[in-house]
């Protein structure tokens, strides 16, 4: 089983700046992609943000140029420095990672998700 624990959100104004972090932990082989997803309050969860095994990253239209997205392999991290934050930004943040996982009988893949962290954007 692998874990994921979020950290750095908060509240924040217009213009502002916050660096959310992950941490996976467990009986990690590998992991693959790791990423960030988003729910606002009464709308539908969105990816916010993508990045593979090797660097390559891919991000939704209205955060381009604001929010970057980063990983630790070393660490089992991931990051998303949020820059221009908007009130519209406030949301959940979800951190999801996947890979492959050790259990008794080999590997097996795993797609964990946070638990979710709270940014609020004032006016």
């Known amino acids: 089983q692998v874990q994921l624990v979020e950290s750095g959100g908060g509240l924040v104004q217009a213009g502002g700046s916050l660096r959310l972090s992950c941490a996976a932990s467990?009986?990690?082989?590998?992991?693959?992609?790791m990423g960030w997803d988003r729910q606002a309050p009464g709308k539908q969860r969105e990816l916010v943000a993508l990045?593979?095994?090797?660097?390559?990253?891919t991000y939704a239209d209205s955060m381009k140029g604001r929010f970057t997205i980063s990983r630790d392999n070393a660490k089992n991290m991931v990051y998303l420095q949020m820059n221009s934050l908007k009130p519209e930004d406030t949301a959940v943040y979800y951190c999801?990672?996947?890979?492959?996982?050790?259990?008794?009988?080999?590997?097996?893949?795993?797609?964990?998700w946070g638990q979710g962290t709270q940014v609020t954007v004032s006016s």
């Open positions: 467990g009986r990690i082989h590998s992991i693959n992609a």
């Open positions: 990045i593979t095994s090797v660097g390559s990253t």
């Open positions: 999801n990672v996947q890979g492959r996982s050790h259990y008794t009988g080999g590997l097996a893949a795993f797609n964990s």
